[in-house]
């Protein structure tokens, strides 16, 4: 049994494989891979994108999705070993992953982090517990990482190339920038959008505007490791126009400053004096034609102006509807 929590779990071709075999299944949507299977979506937070695709794509497949959330009546969980249960918990984990793995054939995990600890947060505890006490296969619906969307990524910009003939990923600059937003978010589409873009042999910069706001070390790392490997490098910036000149893909984020984590009235006059790190129709102009794209939601004229969002370079609405077709690879691949 395996599961899909992390890209750094799986290898470039086996990861492609799955890019592919999204690419065969956006041709053709309607199968019967998943004809008598059963997925539970668990939502720990709120989603448009990820609840509907994966109730859609089960459906495509021929099988039947399971939304469950705290809101929905679900009760609320332990994830701790060990922990004396006389506060909120009505349930652990543990039995609440045994008995769904009873019940249906694959189990979606979205989770974020409490936004108070990140020596805490990083642990992935959630996530983590549930595919230690699942039978089933496990999915990372998002927590802090986001493979789904990696994915998505990478396929919407391998179909973009091949439609402009500018060949394969490999060397192509990367650009990943921190963009303003209003208050502190999670790490996790930044933590997966540098490390798919290393390990498809990628040049990768990551541009943020101090050092406090380089991503956790695990990530830099994997990253770092993917790209030697590649003959590639990883480069940290926070300069606008150097690592904007000649970029052939810029992703834009917002993520708060890990050393801030839980004391985020500290960071925000820092994050404040950073709004002109929005990706512009000025920056664009530096780039080499560059694809542009956000994971969605965003936040018009505060992280992407309505030009650059709007315009011909944008990929954002094929990268979200990607995520429909790369999860139907995904779920195709755990239960086959």
């Given amino acids: 049994m395996r599961h ?14 799955l890019i592919d075999d999204a690419r065969a299944m956006k041709e053709s949507p309607i199968g019967d891979a998943l004809k008598g299977k059963t997925i539970a979506l668990l939502f720990l937070n709120n989603s448009l994108r990820t609840r509907t695709s994966f109730d859609v794509g089960a459906h495509q497949l021929g099988g039947h999705a399971i939304v469950l959330s705290p809101s929905g009546g679900m009760w609320p969980l332990e994830f701790n070993d060990g922990a004396v249960m006389d506060g909120d918990a009505e349930e652990h984990v543990k039995e609440a992953a045994a008995v769904l793995s009873r019940y249906v054939d694959l189990i979606g995990v979205r989770a974020f ?23 089933v ?24 190339f091949e439609l402009d003939n500018r060949g394969p990923l490999d060397g192509k600059k990367f650009v990943l920038t921190w963009t303003y937003h209003p208050k502190p978010l999670n790490t996790a589409v930044a933590n997966s959008g540098l490390m798919i873009a290393a390990k498809f042999g990628m040049d990768v910069t990551l541009l943020c505007p101090t050092e406090e706001y380089v991503l956790d070390r695990r990530y830099m790392e994997q990253a770092s490791a993917d790209c030697k490997a ?16 000649g970029a052939e893909v810029v992703y834009a984020k917002s993520w708060g400053a890990i050393p801030y984590f839980g004391e985020w ?21 530096r780039t080499d034609n560059a694809l542009v794209s956000h994971c969605l939601p965003m936040r018009r004229n505060v992280k992407m102006t ?8 944008c990929i954002a609405y094929e990268e979200a509807e990607n995520r429909l077709h790369v999860q139907k690879a995904i779920m195709k691949r755990l239960v086959g």
Avoid at 140 to 152: D, F, G, K, V, W
Avoid at 265 to 285: G, L, N, Q, T
């Fill in 137 to 160: 296969p496990v999915i990372n619906m998002e927590t802090i990482t986001h493979p789904c969307q990696e994915l998505a990524h990478v396929m919407a910009l391998q179909e973009r």
């Fill in 265 to 285: 009235e500290a960071e925000k006059p820092i994050r404040d004096r950073f709004r002109h790190f929005i990706v512009d129709e000025d920056k664009m102009r």
């Fill in 113 to 135: 982090p409490k936004f108070q600890d990140w020596s805490e947060d990083r642990k992935d505890k959630i996530l983590n517990a549930f595919a230690k006490y699942s039978s």
């Fill in 230 to 245: 590649n003959g590639r490098t990883l480069t940290v910036s926070h300069d606008i126009d150097a690592a904007y000149d």
């Fill in 4 to 17: 899909f929590l992390t890209t750094s779990d799986w290898t470039r071709a086996e990861l492609q494989a």
């Fill in 306 to 313: 309505d030009a650059v969002f709007d315009g011909p370079t």
